[in-house]
């Protein structure tokens, strides 16, 4: 009864699996071995494509690279300048006290390695605070002096004055000078201007104390002390650059300005 059942044909059953694979079948099977991979190494491109396929994580492309100040594309990409930001207190308060000097004109020597916007960004950031603040307080006490019934009320209009002349100066100066300099096929630059620039802003914040006092010849020998002693760090720091080309109107004309930008901080501010 047993062999009966194993005569019986099951070639039209569905669901039945042949089970041994002919010789023929087994040639077309590919045996594929999966390339290495860990987390530097990724496999290749299994088409054999051109494109650019993985990356190690050590590598960064390109455009990432961060471009040199004084390159074109450099001066206007934020990440150029991060590097300038970073500048240990010393550095900074040893920049602050060279910048009370008039004379000398070794500023651009001392922060030839490593010129920083730290400070110049602080100095004019404290002197809005300082401007905008003490300009209000100067002119209470002025008001206060004549009538006795003047009541406090804070101008905000003192800080709107403050930051775009501030921060207008502090980067719009230098950068005209930077490029009226490379016009005359001079060397200047630029982190070395904005630095300088930055710091010589710094004797407004202490002169801007005193001016608080309510006598008008006192403020006004204060401010042109103060503006005198920028011009002249200015201008001589400036002279290195400008000698071999002879280029006198050039000092002469940084002079003043610091000298004007004092004579407006007493007059918007201080008045």
């Known amino acids: 009864m047993d062999e009966s059942y194993d005569n019986l044909p099951s070639s039209h059953l569905l669901g039945s699996v042949p089970a041994v694979v002919t010789e023929e079948k087994a040639k077309n099977v590919v045996n594929y071995e999966v390339p290495e991979a860990n987390m530097q190494t990724f496999p290749t491109n299994i088409n054999g494509g051109g494109g650019r396929g993985y990356q190690t994580l050590g590598s960064l492309p390109e455009e990432f690279e961060q471009q040199p ?140 104390f005193l001016l608080v006092i309510p006598i008008e010849v006192v403020r006004w020998i204060i401010i042109l002390a103060a503006g005198i002693d920028s011009g002249m760090f200015v201008a001589t720091n400036l002279k290195t650059f400008v000698e071999p080309n002879d280029l006198t109107i050039m000092v002469v004309a940084a002079f003043f300005l610091q000298l004007a930008l004092a004579i407006f901080f007493k007059v918007w501010f201080f008045h």
């Not at 930001?85 to 000398?104: C, E, H, K, M, Q």
């Not at 002025?142 to 980067?171: L, R």
């Not at 930055?198 to 801007?208: A, E, H, K, W």
Request: net charge neutral.
């Open 69 to 208: 100040p004084n390159n074109w594309k450099g001066i206007f990409s934020v990440s150029s300048y991060t590097q300038y930001f970073n500048a240990d207190t010393d550095t900074v308060i040893n920049r602050l006290t060279s910048s009370f000097y008039p004379i000398g004109g070794n500023f651009f020597s001392r922060i030839d390695a490593n010129p920083d916007l730290y400070g110049p960004v602080w100095v004019s950031t404290t002197l809005i605070f300082v401007l905008a603040s003490l300009g209000n307080l100067a002119t209470y006490l002025i008001q206060k002096h004549t009538d006795h019934k003047a009541s406090w009320s804070f101008e905000v209009g003192y800080v709107n004055v403050a930051v775009f002349s501030v921060y207008g100066y502090a980067i719009l100066v230098p950068l005209a000078f930077y490029f009226l300099l490379r016009y005359l096929e001079s060397n200047p630059n630029l982190l070395q201007f904005w630095c300088m620039w930055g710091y010589s802003l710094f004797i407004f914040v202490p002169s801007s």
